[in-house]
């Protein structure tokens, strides 16, 4: 049954047509998935390097024809006034599209469902009265449990139709979730849809309040991405890079459901720690004078200060003859690699050619032929190799910053009018590491050795690359990000009143900047879909102190009811009243999150155990029969619970080095629930909530 057909084809009994076209379009992607096992391949590839690039293809085109049981196959349907990019006959009707997750097609080669980023679904997200773009007839589709259970109109040309809030629409978004982070792929917005759906060649930064759906769209973008650019971005590649293992194992399923299966996902620290292992960790004042981007400038001055002016000939022999560069001409050549601002590797590796072709045009002159082997064989001599090391001497990375950490001379002289004094003591460390393995290094200084590798030699780069929660890398950090994506682009995601690390970014500019895309278009998202007015106004409250000038967000979901805050009488009656008020959320379904500072969590664990409850860590996927997540404040930003609980607000915020960084952690932990919050607290709660 081809997707499109016409209106007076349907039956009388629309629900059961649509539950037809169901049913027949999973047949299809069935028949599509066993076409793909049976392909034979022996007949076809010339060695067994082609078949195993060949097998490897077709596992992963079986894979991505996989039917998600609970993931519906098509969630819209589009009936188009005329037929899409043709000339159209007067008074001939239009086609009919399905939009769904991934191209279902039949035996014939029509299709049965259209990919949800094909151009010709746009209109789903797009059109509306003011601009139909074509569409008479915008049809959504609501299931329950994979099963197709109700379907919803909206007629764009129809003048007498008044325009509505789609239900179902409504019902989708605020659906209680179970299990790892949905796909916003049926209920994307038009102003979301523009960012998900913006080119390859440009850098996007999404700044977007809790609930906005930032993290959602980025995701989409990236499997926009991949279905217009496959083939480019299959040879540069594309990262997502997320604030911790949590979070990552939290979005992971997002993008299979849209049928990507090859994106990598990390953290900054995984990209920047391949040369050492961090075992260490930094006061707060110490890592945002590592995080500086006045460290960038020491550690170029560092590296350099190992190129020394040559105060020696370099005398080549060949055969019974001797070949003689002088040391000037020798500094020329230093000076003018130094001046073309290479790589210091590569002009480690340039040198000894330089100096090599040097004495190819002394045999040249003498009346020899020698090529490009002779000049090869006199670069590798012992006496021009022994002058490139007193010249320009091979640089290890890690030995660098452990002497910069380590050295204090060394430090000040490459550090002068960049540090200051205090500045500089605050770094050093109070007992040096004797070598690099014995050496305790932390996040900040495996950011600096990468830094340092990439001044020596070039860090590969992406096709693109998504930064969630950018808003805390401190600007070493982004740097680390931006040589990732240096000849791609980037999806910069974030809320500057989410910034809980000491360094978080003050401003996209000044963040876009470090990343080496200040060219970047910066879109803010102001609804809100999932978090409750009356919760997100409460957290709201925290914004003039946290982040001045930022717009609050709008939510456009009304929950009456949906915020409850408790003071508890006496701090001993806390936990049995947190024990409580998580046994009345488990009640409600969905899911339900425990929020509390990171020095409560061990007492709250008891309090629920001794009470009965089982309860999950952050990352691990709730089920049917776990609903209960406890969550320390560190790492509940980017996770969402229908239902939260949160505990003694003020020991959230007395849990970070500064006041304002405590009002940021605890916005982020006020913002985590999408159906329901309770707030408990037994100490004041913090005058700025007042």
Not at 65 to 73: E, F, I, K, N
Not at 131 to 143: E, I, K, S
Not at 502 to 512: C, G, H
Not at 560 to 580: F, T
Request: overall charge negative.
């Amino acid at each position: 049954m081809p997707a499109h057909e016409h209106e007076s084809d349907t039956p009388t009994d629309p629900l059961a047509h649509e539950r037809a076209h169901l049913a027949a379009s999973r047949a299809a992607l069935r028949a599509m998935r066993e076409d793909a096992q049976a392909l034979n391949i022996r007949d076809v590839t010339a060695n067994w390097v082609n078949a195993a690039v060949l097998q490897a293809q077709i596992a992963d085109r079986i894979k991505s024809l996989a039917d998600l049981a609970h993931t519906p196959l098509f969630f819209g349907r589009l009936d188009y006034l005329h037929v899409v990019g043709a000339a159209q006959a007067e008074g001939a009707e239009g086609e009919q599209f399905y939009i769904g997750r991934r191209h279902v097609h039949d035996a014939d080669g029509d299709p049965m469902v259209i990919d949800w980023r094909a151009p010709v679904s746009q209109p789903f997200y797009r059109a509306s009265r003011k601009d139909p773009l074509d569409v008479g007839q915008r049809r959504r589709f609501g299931y329950t449990g994979g099963e197709l259970t109700a379907y919803e109109d909206e007629h764009l040309t129809d003048p007498t139709e008044t325009a509505q809030t789609s239900k179902l629409l409504q019902a989708e978004i605020e659906r209680p979730r179970v299990g790892p982070m949905r796909d916003i792929v049926a209920t994307i917005q038009p102003e979301q849809d523009e960012i998900v759906r913006s080119g390859l060649g440009g850098s996007v930064c999404v700044q977007g309040g809790p609930g906005t759906g930032k993290t959602a769209v980025g995701l989409h973008r990236v499997a926009y991405l991949l279905y217009a650019h496959r083939e480019r971005l299959a040879r540069t590649g594309t990262l997502v890079i997320g604030p911790n293992r949590s979070f990552l194992h939290y979005i992971e399923q997002v993008l299979p459901a849209l049928g990507e299966l090859e994106v990598k996902q990390a953290t900054v620290d995984d990209l920047v720690t391949a040369q050492v292992e961090v075992r260490g960790t930094d006061e707060a004042r110490a890592a945002v004078v590592k995080g500086d981007a006045r460290m960038a400038e020491v550690l170029r001055r560092a590296i350099r200060s190992h190129v020394t002016m040559p105060a020696e000939p370099v005398m080549v022999v060949r055969g019974s003859r001797r070949w003689r560069v002088p040391a000037y001409e020798i500094e020329e050549m230093v000076e003018e690699l130094l001046a073309r601002d290479m790589r210091y590797g590569a002009a480690h590796e340039a040198l000894p050619q330089r100096i090599a072709h040097a004495v190819l045009v002394r045999m040249e002159e003498a009346g020899e032929a020698p090529d490009d082997r002779v000049q090869n064989a006199v670069a590798r001599t012992p006496a021009v190799k022994a002058a490139v090391k007193a010249v320009w001497p091979a640089v290890e990375p890690s030995k660098l910053v452990l002497r910069l950490l380590s050295d204090p001379e060394f430090l000040a002289a490459h550090a002068d009018g960049l540090l200051s004094e205090d500045e500089q003591k605050t770094i050093l460390w109070t007992k040096p590491a004797r070598s690099v393995k014995s050496a305790k290094w932390s996040a900040a200084d495996a950011v600096l050795i990468d830094e340092a590798s990439d001044l020596v030699a070039r860090t590969h780069s992406l096709g693109h690359v998504v930064i969630d929660e950018a808003q805390d890398l401190s600007p070493m950090q982004y740097r680390a990000v931006g040589r990732r994506c240096s000849t791609g682009s980037a999806t910069v995601l974030g809320d500057l009143a989410q910034g809980t690390t000491p360094w978080s970014t003050q401003s996209w500019e000044q963040a876009l900047y470090h990343l080496g895309k200040p060219d970047a278009v910066v879109e803010e998202l102001t609804a809100g879909f999932r978090v409750p007015r009356e919760v997100i106004a409460y957290a709201s409250r925290l914004l003039p102190v946290i982040s001045p000038g930022l717009a609050p967000v709008e939510s456009v979901r009304e929950s009456p009811g949906s915020l409850s805050v408790r003071e508890v009488p006496g701090a001993d009656a806390l936990d049995a009243a947190v024990v409580a008020a998580c046994a009345e959320s488990l009640e409600q379904e969905g899911s339900t999150g425990l929020i509390a500072a990171d020095a409560r969590i061990p007492a709250l664990a008891e309090a629920l155990t001794a009470a009965g409850h089982s309860f999950l860590s952050p990352g691990q996927e709730t089920t049917a029969e776990s609903r209960l997540t406890l969550v320390p404040a560190s790492l509940a930003k980017g996770l969402e619970y229908d239902y939260v609980v949160l505990d003694e607000p003020a020991a959230v915020v007395d849990g970070e080095p500064d006041e304002r960084t405590g009002l940021r952690r605890l916005y982020v932990a006020l913002t985590r629930a999408v159906s329901g919050l309770i707030v408990l607290h037994a100490a004041p709660l913090p005058e700025q909530l007042g």
